[in-house]
């Protein structure tokens, strides 16, 4: 009763902490924004978004203190030596909870650039953050529906240049663009509908990471396969929520993450179109996605 009455303190008060100081995080960041949007020169563009990736690096730090404390071992982390700050990486990862964004974040924080995501380009007008996501500059992409595109043929294909011109800029810049591949949280139901192979793993879906590999063609530098486990979840049979993260309820995570070079002949390429490039990258991506489901295997409590 005690420990539970507790843990439902420490969540209200580590929630309470994180909106405050995320909301302190807002005014340099809005600050720094508007400093960008009237630079002058490229010269001084890049010196307002390197301060602005600082905030962001500070801000993520102390999300990173805040669930560990008190929490000696919470983390157990394996990433691989020599990433670049100052690389162009796509970042690639099993989903189960809202969880592994806070996680990605802790890991990668100032081994990679800021990681980045596609927005719908209607978000740029939500207040303060589409302005932040803009000056940090995350790519704004038009995303149309199949209704969309039933109705109108001509869209088909759009969503994909459209990705291409939003990254333009991340070819002159570091970036490290997120995707998970299963495209959804994980379950044991959605995987037993998907007729999925996997056993801890929706079937991958290649678009998020071919997106990226044609926009940013010969600029990636590689892909960071990341895996992560929460060993209580075959306990209570299914993954942490954020609440549990803020509670202090997750007694380990587990990432590994592996640095995996490119097949050449795959960047640039529209793997939409050239159904054999298709083929090639579903079938990297399924290799990938097999040995990832046998390392979550290892690292699970039998």
């Given at each position: 009763m005690l420990a539970s009455l507790f843990q439902t303190v420490r969540g209200v008060v580590s929630f309470a902490l994180m909106v405050m100081y995320t909301l302190l995080?807002?005014?340099?960041?809005?600050?720094?924004?508007?400093?960008?949007?009237?630079?002058?020169?490229?010269?001084?563009?890049?010196?307002?978004?390197?301060?602005?990736?600082?905030?962001?690096?500070?801000?993520?730090?102390?999300?990173?203190?805040?669930?560990?404390?008190?929490r000696?071992?919470?983390?157990?982390?394996?990433?691989?030596?020599?990433?670049?700050?100052?690389g162009r990486y796509v970042v690639s990862c099993n989903h189960q909870s809202w969880v592994d964004i806070l996680a990605l974040q802790k890991v990668f924080n100032r081994r990679l650039p800021?990681?980045?995501?596609?927005i719908k380009k209607e978000l740029i007008y939500v207040p303060f953050m589409g302005f932040a996501w803009w000056a940090l500059d995350f790519p704004?992409?038009?995303?149309?529906?199949r209704e969309e595109i039933r109705k109108n043929p001509q869209l088909a294909g759009k969503d994909l240049e459209s990705a291409r011109?939003?990254?333009?800029?991340?070819?002159?810049?570091p970036s490290a663009m997120m995707s998970f591949?299963?495209?959804?949280?994980?379950?044991?139901?959605?995987?037993?509908?998907?007729g999925s192979p996997h056993r801890h793993l929706l079937k991958p879906k290649v678009g998020g990471i071919g997106?990226?590999?044609?926009?940013?063609?010969?600029?990636?530098?590689s892909l960071i396969d990341v895996t992560i486990v929460y060993p209580s979840r075959a306990m209570h049979d299914q993954a942490p929520t954020f609440w549990d993260l803020m509670c202090g309820k997750v007694p380990e995570i587990i990432v590994r993450a592996r640095e995996l070079e490119i097949p050449r002949h795959l960047l640039g390429r529209n793997f939409r179109k050239d159904r054999e490039i298709?083929?090639?990258?579903?079938?990297?991506?399924?290799?990938?996605?097999?040995?990832?489901?046998?390392?979550?295997?290892?690292?699970?409590?039998?």
């Open positions: 995080c807002m005014v340099p960041l809005t600050l720094l924004a508007i400093g960008k949007l009237l630079s002058p020169t490229q010269k001084m563009r890049d010196l307002f978004r390197r301060l602005l990736s600082r905030v962001v690096e500070a801000w993520v730090g102390l999300n990173s203190r805040l669930v560990t404390v008190g000696r071992g919470m983390w157990d982390i394996e990433v691989p030596a020599g990433l670049d700050r100052q800021v990681l980045t995501f596609f704004f992409m038009s995303r149309h529906s011109v939003a990254c333009e800029k991340l070819k002159q810049i591949p299963e495209g959804t949280r994980f379950s044991e139901a959605k995987r037993d509908r998907s997106v990226v590999m044609y926009a940013l063609g010969d600029r990636l530098q298709r083929r090639e990258l579903e079938a990297w991506i399924h290799d990938v996605w097999q040995e990832k489901d046998q390392l979550i295997t290892r690292l699970s409590p039998s």
